[in-house]
């Protein structure tokens, strides 16, 4: 006869994992899903939740937990346990969650005038507050890309068609999340100035 190890009274720790390319550090409104598994005899199983070192179970439901629009509060140590029959497996290895705020974007006039004449040079630069190597900027004028790349500052020699509403959002590489728009700046380009000769008498 074979004793499986649940007839034996012995239930091994489940494995406990994220589905999410994401990694441990999530941003507000992000999504991620936790999957528990007993790796042997896997069928008829509920899975019992916690967080941090809770001895009351957050819930009772099957291998997947999802939390979706998570939030800093989410943050902590997630663990999970199987049970079947009276019988509770183990406590999971425990899994770390780390939510961030998405950053603050802030675009400022590197340069001294908003209006100026063809020719000049506006120079502005896109801030990531707090800042990070994850994130790039990009540029708009009137919600038309510029740029995007490192946040650097942005030169532009003007012509009469740079005139516009100037924003910028910062972007997570490689997931696509992207920050609230900054502060707008607003460029004004004089037309061509044509000088007439003095008049004469």
Request: hydrophobic residues 30%; proline residues 6%.
């Amino acid at each position: 006869m074979v004793l499986t190890f649940l007839s034996m009274g012995v239930v091994r720790k489940p494995l406990l994992t994220q589905d999410s390319a994401s990694g441990s550090v999530l941003y507000t409104k992000e999504q991620v899903t936790l999957k528990c598994k007993i790796t042997e005899d896997s069928e008829g199983w509920t899975y019992l939740w916690y967080k941090g070192q809770d001895k009351t179970p957050r819930t009772n439901t099957g291998s997947h937990f999802n939390l979706s629009s998570v939030v800093p509060a989410d943050s902590g140590d997630y663990r999970c346990q199987a049970e079947r029959a009276g019988f509770k497996s183990e406590y999971s290895d425990s899994l770390s969650l780390e939510i961030k705020d998405v950053p603050q974007t802030k675009l400022e006039l590197q340069s001294r005038w908003t209006k100026v004449f063809p020719s000049e040079v506006v120079n502005m630069k896109c801030d990531i507050q707090p800042p990070s190597p994850d994130w790039i900027c990009k540029y708009y004028r009137d919600s038309q890309d510029l740029n995007s790349g490192d946040c650097t500052m942005l030169s532009i020699p003007v012509s009469s068609t740079d005139s516009g509403v100037y924003t910028c959002v910062g972007v997570h590489q490689p997931r696509t999340l992207e920050t609230q728009p900054s502060n707008d700046i607003k460029v004004h380009v004089y037309g061509n100035c044509n000088f007439s000769p003095p008049f004469n008498k």
